[in-house]
């Protein structure tokens, strides 16, 4: 891979970005994209969640812009300008407007969460009998098919985030998939390969080795992504991937940055 589209710094929940951009470049990656975690919805539990977890790029883009020109002067790697925006079906209208309003390089989409509920808090999900957890599922291939649908992002983040979560993994149908696919074939927005697990608990990629299969069958390609919050997880990341790409004959999308 040539570009890491996917990191976090310490605008959202990663680390110093010069210590991230240092870490792409000795990866020998030619660029990196800052994509921090954005929550622009006014709905409680949400403003709730993003004010606990001190998410506030939407007040400090600016400033974390002006770090980013200062350092693009310093380093030898592409450095983008980026965001992770939540999306919700219900708040639409807010995320464009603040997408016009701010003019990222590119946006990244993620579904986060269900029933307002980030998908990652397992104990929430185990607790439901199986018929629920499998109309939670349905619920959020509906989410990211809507999310592709918007035209909103450039990018659609982890298009199966739910696999990292035991209660939820396994859920996913080929009907899912190939759904999701069709969504891909008819948008601009791109699906993420993302590394974000593999060296992890989950130990796979998103999206899952038959999704793939399903968006390769309807000639959907993807674009990639470490989703590192660490310095020291972007060169393992970036290996694993070019390893999937080499296997699969994957040319990953450069995004028009
Ligand atoms: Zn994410
Ligand atoms: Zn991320």
Do not use: W
């Amino acid at each position: 891979m040539e570009q890491d589209y996917h990191t976090h710094s310490t605008y959202s929940d990663g680390r110093f970005l010069f210590a991230m951009v240092r870490a792409a470049s000795e990866a020998g990656l030619s660029g990196i994209g800052i994509s921090d975690h954005c929550t622009v919805s006014e709905r409680e539990p949400m403003r709730g969640q993003r004010n606990l977890l001190g998410f506030n790029l939407d007040v400090t883009y600016e400033r974390r812009r002006g770090a980013i020109e200062g350092l693009r002067e310093r380093v030898d790697i592409a450095v983008h300008d980026a965001v992770e925006m939540d999306y919700d079906p219900r708040e639409e209208g807010a995320i464009a407007d603040f997408l016009d309003q701010a003019g990222f390089d590119y946006a990244i989409g993620s579904v986060h969460h269900l029933e307002d509920t980030n998908v990652h808090v397992e104990p929430y999900f185990a607790e439901k009998p199986e018929r629920e957890r499998r109309a939670l599922v349905d619920r959020y291939f509906e989410k990211v098919v809507s999310l592709v649908e918007s035209e909103l992002f450039a990018v659609a983040a982890h298009p199966d985030l739910i696999e990292r979560t035991p209660a939820l993994r396994g859920l996913a149908s080929e009907e899912h998939y190939r759904r999701t696919a069709e969504a891909f074939v008819r948008s601009r927005t791109v699906p993420e390969l993302n590394a974000g697990r593999v060296l992890d608990d989950y130990g796979s990629f998103h999206p899952s080795p038959v999704f793939l299969d399903a968006l390769a069958e309807h000639g959907v390609r993807v674009t990639v992504g470490t989703d590192s919050h660490r310095p020291e997880e972007v060169a393992p990341r970036a290996e694993r991937i070019d390893e999937l790409l080499d296997e699969r004959g994957i040319e990953p999308v450069e995004l028009a940055v």
